[in-house]
């Protein structure tokens, strides 16, 4: 079942996936299980995207076929979808309301385990340090796409400076036309080109500690 399961989800059926996760259940199987299918489907899913084959259309299809299923486990299946590894902040920054990207970063985060404080839009520097300080999250993503973003993240970033926390935290940029050279400036650690990156990098710094 589960390999079934995983490929339907990877192959965005929709239909088939909900019947499955229905007959798991029915059967009898365990929700965690069931979950850890599903996980494995959007990981490959991620794999698509990275190739070329899937594009973000298909990143939020998949986002949205992976929160159905996790509706119908339920209880303990909804609490850990996203609960199961580290925390992770993210947020768009101050004078910024787009956030079609970061939903999709906090999708994906979220289907890989991460249990993801979203900040949503136009958050200023102090929202972000607080909810650093009082999660104990040690990684920040931050979203921007209009170019003043930039500048907020850096404020953002001077602020962590300001409170002794940049060493201790990791920070990861994204965003429309995000460049390295864009972060470099900013003074983040990692910058990430689409959904899947921000998975990618965070397995890596949380594999790293
Ligand atoms: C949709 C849109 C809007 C919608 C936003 C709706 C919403 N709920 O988000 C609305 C209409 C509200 C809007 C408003 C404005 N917009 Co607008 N908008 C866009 C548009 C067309 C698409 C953006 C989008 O959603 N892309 C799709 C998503 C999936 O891509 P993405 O955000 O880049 O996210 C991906 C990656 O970047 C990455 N990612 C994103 N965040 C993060 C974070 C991390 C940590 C990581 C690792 C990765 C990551 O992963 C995502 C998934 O792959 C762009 C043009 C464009 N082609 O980009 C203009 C654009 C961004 N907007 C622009 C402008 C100017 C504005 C306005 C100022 C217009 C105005 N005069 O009012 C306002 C600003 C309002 C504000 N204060 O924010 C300009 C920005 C120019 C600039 N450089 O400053 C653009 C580029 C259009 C243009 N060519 O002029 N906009």
New binding site residues.
């Given amino acids: 079942m589960n390999e079934e399961l995983s490929k339907s989800l990877s192959d965005l059926n929709e239909d088939q996936v909900l019947n499955l996760v229905k007959k798991a259940l029915d059967d009898g199987a365990g929700t965690m299980d069931i979950l850890s299918a599903c996980r494995a489907g959007m990981t490959q899913i991620g794999k698509r995207y990275e190739s070329g084959e899937y594009y973000?259309s298909d990143?939020?299809m998949a986002g949205e076929i992976f929160k159905q299923a996790v509706q119908l486990l339920g209880g303990d299946a909804q609490k850990n979808a996203g609960g199961l590894r580290d925390k992770v902040v993210?947020g768009?920054v101050k004078?910024?309301?787009?956030?079609?990207?970061?939903d999709?970063?906090v999708g994906?985060l979220r289907a890989n385990g991460y249990d993801v404080i979203d900040l949503g839009?136009?958050v200023p520097a102090d929202v972000f340090i607080d909810t650093l300080e009082q999660s104990g999250a040690r990684i920040l993503?931050?979203?921007?796409?209009?170019?003043?973003?930039y500048d907020s993240m850096k404020d953002t970033m001077n602020r962590l400076t300001t409170k002794g926390l940049r060493t201790s935290i990791k920070v990861?940029?994204?965003?429309?036309?995000?460049t390295d050279k864009v972060r470099e400036y900013i003074g983040a650690d990692?910058?990430?080109?689409?959904?899947?990156?921000?998975v990618s990098?965070c397995d890596r710094w949380t594999t790293e500690v």
């Fill in positions: 973000v990143l939020i993210v768009t004078g910024d309301v787009h956030d079609i990207g970061k999709l970063v994906m839009v136009d993503g931050l979203s921007g796409l209009l170019t003043v973003a990861m940029v994204g965003g429309g036309a995000m990692a910058m990430g080109a689409d959904a899947q990156a921000a990098i």
